[in-house]
């Protein structure tokens, strides 16, 4: 009597450690299958600068380009048919000069690109300087594109001169031109120092980010500068990459000989 008493305690225990494995490998089962099921969001081209927003929507895309790009391979970037337009750095302030602008517009126009120049204005240098210099390298003749203002420090001016300094040298370039150019600046920047005064300008906008950004008084831009981060083949470094806006047309943009 007393084994089987044993025996029974012996196949009752024995059932109890089988049943807490099989509770056990189940819920190692059920954690198996939720790690494999999880949904995994899709990197944005700024976490992930390869992928690459042209490939993916039917926008008009663009590029600009400097010396920090480096050596630019042109006839690989012009086989790129989304990429349609670029704007090249001319010149900077007073007296500097893109060490790779007369490489850059000839090579880009070889391989198919519409051009356009632009300078970067330094609101405490200046104007006529500025003016001599960015008139030297931004020939009429080399411009598909409307010449570009890069328009993003205030120098240490308040914002009553730096507009002063700003709108004098936008006529001294409508008046060397014969037409207004287009305005790049930052989203940022338009909103604390320019909201409400450039109506009469073309914008080129650039935040970095998903969506389209929305200036603070809601005006109207052609051209979204959506990274600075972008890859491109035949450009070894990153890109600043762009793209016209809406139902707005390259064709805005052109340069009138």
């Known amino acids: 009597m007393r084994k089987l008493t044993i025996f029974l305690i012996f196949c009752l225990c024995c059932m109890?450690?089988?049943?807490?494995?099989?509770?056990?490998?189940?819920?190692?089962?059920?954690?198996r299958r939720a790690k494999v099921t999880r949904?995994?969001?899709?990197?944005?081209?700024?976490?992930?600068?390869?992928?690459c927003c042209e490939d993916t929507c039917e926008h008009v895309h663009g590029l600009d380009m400097s010396h920090y790009q480096g050596e630019v391979f042109w006839e690989t970037v012009g086989e790129n048919t989304k990429m349609a337009y670029v704007y090249l750095k001319a010149t900077e302030g007073g007296?500097?000069?893109?060490?790779?602008y007369e490489r850059n517009i000839d090579l880009a126009h070889r391989y198919g690109l519409k051009v356009g120049s632009y300078h970067f204005f330094r609101p405490m240098s200046d104007l006529q300087q500025q003016l001599e210099n960015f008139t030297t390298q931004c020939l009429?003749?080399?411009?598909?594109?409307?010449?570009?203002?890069?328009?993003?420090?205030?120098?240490?001016?308040?914002?009553?001169e730096f507009c002063d300094s700003l709108f004098k040298f936008l006529d001294m370039l409508e008046e060397a031109y014969h037409q207004k150019p287009l305005i790049y600046t930052f989203r940022?920047?338009?909103?604390?120092?320019?909201?409400?005064?450039?109506?009469?300008?073309?914008?080129?906008?650039?935040?970095?980010?998903?969506?389209?950004p929305v200036l603070a008084d809601n005006r109207d831009y052609i051209i979204w500068q959506y990274t600075s981060k972008g890859r491109i083949r035949g450009v070894g470094g990153l890109v600043d990459k762009s793209y016209i806006m809406g139902d707005h047309k390259l064709r805005e943009l052109r340069f009138i000989h």
């Open 188 to 212: 940022n920047f338009y909103n604390k120092h320019l909201l409400g005064k450039l109506d009469d300008y073309q914008l080129m906008v650039a935040m970095y980010a998903d969506e389209p």
């Open 39 to 51: 949904v995994v969001a899709k990197p944005t081209i700024h976490e992930n600068p390869y992928v």
């Open 16 to 31: 109890a450690v089988t049943d807490v494995d099989a509770r056990t490998r189940k819920k190692k089962k059920t954690r």
């Open 95 to 100: 007296d500097r000069i893109d060490s790779k």
């Open 140 to 160: 009429p003749g080399e411009q598909d594109l409307i010449p570009m203002l890069d328009v993003e420090t205030v120098g240490k001016l308040s914002t009553e």
